[in-house]
């Protein structure tokens, strides 16, 4: 593995920004010297200082130190941050990766300046365990800092380089996705326990059923249908719960709470 010889800032170290510091250090990308975190509170991250992150409360200090500085605040919290660093940003030394929901690039840009190179990548929370689904998008970054972010990607998961006016839409499938997925394998386990088993064996056997079922599709490259065709047998049991669910709405209620989500998604920053 070709290790990222730079120095790269967390911005913003609550769920997805220490999950994707984890994920970094497992897959090898970088050691956790070269990763410095951020958040206001510090005293929260002493466990990733013992770690070997290096920890920090300044923003500004440590962008003037990055080669790639990701932006992991929750969009209502963006602006602030944004005013703080600017005077620290130099546009030929630091890369920005931006993973706020619902922030375009030239958002980043209007505040940071117009030369400064912003990606925005939207990863989900496997990335700890080098499993994300991330979508990378640009509107103007230089093809040499596309192609480093989308290799520091792939070593927690894989990549799909999309449009940038698509990203609302791989938030809400892919980022959102997974807590998605997530609550159908807890309401398994729930059906499970009504038909006998104790919580802790419903839920490992709904656990490994569903990761069956995603790995089926990653391995064989077939479409859903495709396998659920091979587990109906005629008048059997499975077609019958089966259309019970979508009886009682199970394929539209995900696809309204997705379309919903990427609505959301969408509206989550305001630019002043
Ligand atoms: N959670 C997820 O699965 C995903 C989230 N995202 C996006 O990632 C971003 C972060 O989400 P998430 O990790 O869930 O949110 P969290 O609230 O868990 O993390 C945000 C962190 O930012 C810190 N913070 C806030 N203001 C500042 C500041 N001025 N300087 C430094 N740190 C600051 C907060 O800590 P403190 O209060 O101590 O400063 C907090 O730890 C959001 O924009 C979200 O849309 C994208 C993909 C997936
Ligand atoms: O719920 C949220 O707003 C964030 C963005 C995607 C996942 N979590």
């Known amino acids: 593995m070709n290790q990222f010889k730079g120095s790269i800032a967390i911005l913003g170290s609550g769920n997805i920004g220490v999950s994707l510091a984890k994920g970094l250090i497992k897959a090898d990308y970088a050691l956790p010297s070269q990763i410095t975190l951020t958040r206001r509170n510090i005293s929260n991250l002493s466990v990733l200082a013992e770690q070997g992150f290096v920890i920090s409360a300044d923003n500004s200090a440590v962008v003037g130190n990055a080669d790639i500085v990701v932006l992991a605040v929750l969009p209502q919290q963006l602006n602030q941050l944004l005013e703080q660093i600017r005077p620290s940003v130099d546009a030929k030394k630091q890369v920005f990766i931006s993973v706020a929901s619902g922030v375009s690039c030239a958002d980043i840009r209007s ?162």
């Open 111 to 272: 505040k940071l300046g117009e030369d400064v190179q912003v990606i925005r990548a939207m990863p989900n929370t496997a990335i700890a365990i080098g499993q994300s689904m991330t979508c990378v998008a640009t509107d103007h970054a230089t093809k040499d800092n596309v192609e480093e972010v989308i290799r520091m990607f792939e070593t927690v998961g894989s990549v799909v380089k999309i449009n940038e006016d698509l990203m609302t839409s791989a938030t809400a499938l892919c980022a959102c996705g997974i807590a998605f997925f997530l609550r159908a394998i807890r309401a398994a386990s729930q059906g499970g326990v009504e038909i006998g088993f104790h919580a802790d064996e419903a839920l490992k056997m709904a656990v490994q059923t569903a990761k069956g079922a995603a790995d089926l599709l990653l391995q064989m490259q077939s479409h859903p249908e495709q396998e659920i065709d091979k587990v109906t047998s005629p008048k059997g049991c499975t077609i019958a719960g089966l259309n019970e669910m979508e009886h009682n709405g199970f394929s539209s209620s995900l696809i309204k709470g997705i379309k919903l989500s990427a609505v959301k998604a969408g509206a989550l920053y305001t630019k002043e």
